[in-house]
């Protein structure tokens, strides 16, 4: 993605000769037309992705109320625009799958943290796995021992951050699910890019605590902002953009 820059002279309203407007050029895999029966195609597979999230909710005694379909609404139309903007990327077609894999499983735990405050181990360890696997199928050999050093390493310190927490109350061991998410960002990101995405979602954490007054005294599910962090960052990957200033 380049982007060149033409500053007007004060009381000039046409271009000198030579000179033209500020342009961006973005490379698409096929046509923007495509865009919006792959947005909308997109919608229909979150909804289905997110059965099992509703069973689970259900099991647990949750109805249907305001907070869950709010939270399904906006985690279907951000996955739609996402694998949109996934499947537009000229990238090779096994990174697009990799993303849109990743994010199925974002959605899930997005959603389910968002209408509950619950991140069930049943559905972050499946993540983890399958980052696990899809990192042996897509890194080079000589990575894969860095990446698993980095792992251990991740896991470590997260099972050390739950031992610590074991004899606090519930309210504060709410995390604990977070915890086990972040190490499966690990599987499915480099280091670097987990570290981005990790700030990225505490970033979004604290400015919506501030943004609603609550002065971070509520807490709040980060999940969300955990996955809205991966999916920046998987879109950063696929396009590679180039600022010029």
Not at 64 to 79: F, I, K, L, Y
Request: include cysteine; aromatic fraction near 8%.
């Amino acid at each position: 993605m380049g982007r060149t820059h033409t500053t007007l002279a004060p009381g000039q309203t046409t271009m000198p000769p030579g000179e033209y407007p500020v342009r961006t050029l973005i490379a698409t895999a096929f046509p923007v037309e495509y865009a919006l029966p792959v947005m909308v195609g997109a919608a229909l597979t979150a909804r289905l992705i997110l059965i099992p999230v509703r069973r689970f909710l259900t099991g647990q005694g949750c109805g249907v109320n305001a907070r869950m379909r709010t939270a399904e609404a906006t985690g279907v139309w951000a996955m739609a625009v996402a694998a949109m903007l996934f499947c537009l990327a000229q990238a090779p077609l096994a990174e697009r799958l990799y993303a849109l894999l990743m994010s199925g499983f974002l959605l899930q735990l997005g959603v389910c943290d968002a209408a509950s405050g619950w991140l069930p181990r049943q559905m972050t360890v499946a993540f983890l796995v399958a980052g696990l696997l899809a990192s042996a199928i897509t890194e080079q050999p000589v990575v894969l021992p860095v990446h698993g050093v980095v792992m251990v390493l991740i896991f470590v310190i997260m099972q050390r951050m739950v031992m610590c927490k074991r004899h606090q109350d519930t309210y504060q061991r709410l995390g604990t699910g977070d915890q086990w998410m972040i190490v499966g960002m690990t599987a499915w990101l480099d280091l670097p890019d987990m570290a981005m995405a990790l700030i990225t979602a505490f970033a979004g954490f604290v400015a919506w605590h501030l943004t609603v007054g609550t002065g971070m005294r509520g807490g709040g599910p980060l999940g969300p902002w955990l996955s809205a962090g991966c999916v920046l960052i998987l879109i950063h990957r696929l396009y590679q953009p180039l600022w010029v200033m």
